[in-house]
T-cell receptor, first 114, second 110 residues
Framework: DAGVTQSPTHLIKTRGQQVTLRCSPI?????VSWYQQVLGQGPQFIFQ???????GRGNFPDRFSARQFPNYSSELNVNALLLGDSALYLC?????????????FGPGTRLTVT | TQLLEQSPQFLSIQEGENLTVYCNSS?????LQWYRQEPGEGPVLLVT?????EVKKLKRLTFQFGDARKDSSLHITAAQPGDTGLYLC??????????FGKGTTLSVSS
């Protein structure tokens, strides 16, 4: 079975631009979460979506937004990019209902802001 | 916000040595997970511990959840070069978000 897929793999943007990152969850998983991982740090929670509704939001500015589609895929949008937004953006899918919220991560999108 | 502190931050050992990585918090977590991440890839789930005092073994890896569910440890026996990577602990917060520690970078040389 295919794991979590993310696109693009790498992305270079200029300060002030906008970016959209995409994620497809494991088949059957209905929840998608987004994390930001800065070099040398652990992943930091941005959003969780379940059944197209936002279920959780981390401590990120309103420049960050996301949505989930009927097929459970998801997009993360970041507006007005800053140099500090450079990071690995991870998507994880899970199947809530099993009680443990074990999350399965994709390979990430490496965003570089210049 | 609950925080998870991992130690040590870096560990460099020879093949065949044993090691322990610690994950500590002042808060109680309903469950705690350990992940391993290799450069350029996403974290891969190793284990989930739920019950205080729980011990789980995965081949040469032993995971323990503290009795009070505030801390956890990962012990690797006879480390191999293939164990090299970033080890992350993560606790479930408010039922929706995983709170990660900063990780322990392990390097095993042959």
């Amino acid at each position: 079975d295919a794991g979590v897929t993310q696109s693009p793999t790498h992305l270079i943007k200029t300060r002030g631009q906008q970016v959209t990152l995409r994620c497809s969850p494991i088949s059957g998983h209905k929840s998608v979460s987004w994390y930001q991982q800065v070099l040398g740090q652990g992943p930091q929670f941005i959003f969780q979506y379940y059944e197209k509704e936002e279920r959780g939001r981390g401590n990120f500015p309103d420049r960050f937004s996301a949505r989930q589609f009927p097929n459970y895929s998801s997009e993360l949008n970041v507006n007005a990019l800053l140099l500090g937004d450079s990071a690995l953006y991870l998507c994880a899918s899970s199947f809530p209902g099993q009680g443990l919220y074990e999350q399965y991560f994709g390979p990430g999108t490496r965003l570089t802001v210049t | 916000t609950q925080l998870l502190e991992q130690s040590p931050q870096f560990l460099s050992i020879q093949e065949g040595e044993n090691l322990t990585v610690y994950c500590n918090s002042s808060s109680v977590f309903s469950s705690l997970q350990w992940y391993r991440q290799e450069p350029g890839e996403g974290p891969v789930l190793l284990v989930t511990v739920v019950t205080g005092g729980e011990v789980k073994k995965l081949k040469r890896l032993t995971f323990q959840f503290g009795d009070a569910r505030k801390d956890s440890s990962l012990h690797i026996t006879a480390a191999q070069p293939g164990d090299t990577g970033l080890y992350l602990c993560a606790g479930l917060q408010a039922g929706t978000a995983l709170i990660f520690g900063k990780g322990t970078t392990l390097s095993v040389s042959s």
